[in-house]
């Protein structure tokens, strides 16, 4: 099974188009245009029912006592987590690619519904546990956000999006599900996968 993107090679940088923020010199980040990339997918076996896509950030700070914050650096010592950033299931088997900006093309605060995602289900990513108790942001973050790395951290994140083509036509999940949640349910149906991965930092002192 292969997977593409139009919008960034394999193991290069991501555009910030991308992604939720870009570096700026006066403010450390600004938002940024959030788009979703394109994805396209083949040679996946032939049994295949529906497809899953999951993008996942195994870069993420176990801690977040020093993230973003005036005169610390997140050190590369830390142990890292994972960090959900799409969770789309229930793909049906004749779609093969998502177009850029299909699923995402703004920030939404509060986050997006499950309706907005044009095929298949999606789940919440981590924007919903990270602004938790925001007045202004919290909320349940349905379908694609993008990267977000803290400004000051001493490491380069990885976006790994993973495309599954599983051997039933959808996956027993409902409501706010997460990317760990539909990883569960999806587990013994996984025919084959692929993956294409993307880097990116807000912080300048990193070379990419």
Same mark, same amino acid.
């Given at each position: 099974m292969k997977v593409i993107s139009? %919008?960034?090679k394999d193991q290069t940088v991501i555009p910030g188009e991308? $992604?939720?923020a870009i570096q700026d010199? $006066?403010? *450390? =980040?600004a938002l940024s245009s959030n788009k979703?990339? *394109?994805?396209?997918? %083949?040679?996946?076996p032939q049994n295949t029912q529906s497809f899953a896509v999951i993008c996942h950030d195994?870069?993420?700070? %176990?801690?977040?006592d020093n993230v973003n914050q005036e005169g610390k650096v997140v050190p590369a010592s830390l142990p890292r987590v994972d960090f959900y950033h799409w969770v789309l299931v229930n793909i049906p088997a004749s779609i093969h690619s998502i177009e850029a900006g299909s699923h995402s093309s703004s920030i939404t605060p509060k986050g997006k519904t499950a309706t907005a995602s044009p095929i298949g289900l999606a789940g919440?990513?981590?924007y919903t546990a990270w602004f938790n108790g925001d007045a202004e942001m919290g909320g349940n973050y349905f379908g694609y956000d993008g990267p977000c790395p803290p400004w000051n951290d001493e490491i380069k994140h990885h976006y790994v999006f993973t495309v599954y083509a599983l051997d039933t036509p959808s996956i027993q999940v409902t409501g706010a599900f997460t990317g760990a949640d539909a990883l569960g349910a999806m587990k013994q149906h #996984? =025919?084959?996968? $692929?993956? /294409?991965?993307? #880097?990116? %930092? =807000?912080?300048?002192? /990193?070379?990419l």
């Open positions: 139009q %919008s960034f991308f $992604a939720f010199p $006066a403010n *450390h =980040l979703n990339p *394109h994805l396209s997918w %083949s040679e996946f195994p870069d993420v700070p %176990s801690q977040g919440i990513n981590d #996984i =025919l084959d996968q $692929a993956t /294409i991965t993307g #880097i990116y %930092s =807000l912080n300048p002192g /990193i070379q």
